[in-house]
């Protein structure tokens, strides 16, 4: 169980943080086999503010992003709950907006 009360599922052999997130992912492969996406990762990195110094990069780990074939945007989408929408996240969520005009689906 992590943090916010979610237990970790393996579903073919992919470890998720929740059983909402494997059950999104089924969903998104199934669109990416009917050619609606593409692209599709797991966990892409985003580095929203470089190294500064001896400071460490801030980053952002999507939960899946991807491509929508009908308007070639990418896509990035995080799996959210009212205890994991925190502020950290909120921040997070903002600067991905500021620096790649992305902005976050919440799912």
Not at 39 to 61: D, M, N, S, V
Not at 82 to 92: G, Q, S, V
Request: aromatic share 10%.
């Amino acid at each position: 169980m992590n943090k916010y009360g979610a237990k970790k599922v393996t579903v073919d052999g992919i470890e998720f943080d929740s059983r909402r997130e494997a059950n999104r992912y089924s969903e998104l492969l199934v669109m990416q086999r009917a050619g609606l996406i593409s692209e599709l990762k797991r966990q892409e990195e985003f580095i929203l503010i470089p190294r500064c110094g001896r400071e460490r990069p801030a980053k952002y780990h999507a939960d899946f992003s991807y491509i929508d074939t009908a308007t070639g945007k990418k896509v990035v989408e995080d799996v959210k709950s009212r205890a994991t929408k925190t502020k950290d996240y909120i921040l997070r969520r903002k600067l991905m907006n500021w620096r790649y005009d992305i902005q976050i689906v919440e799912v």
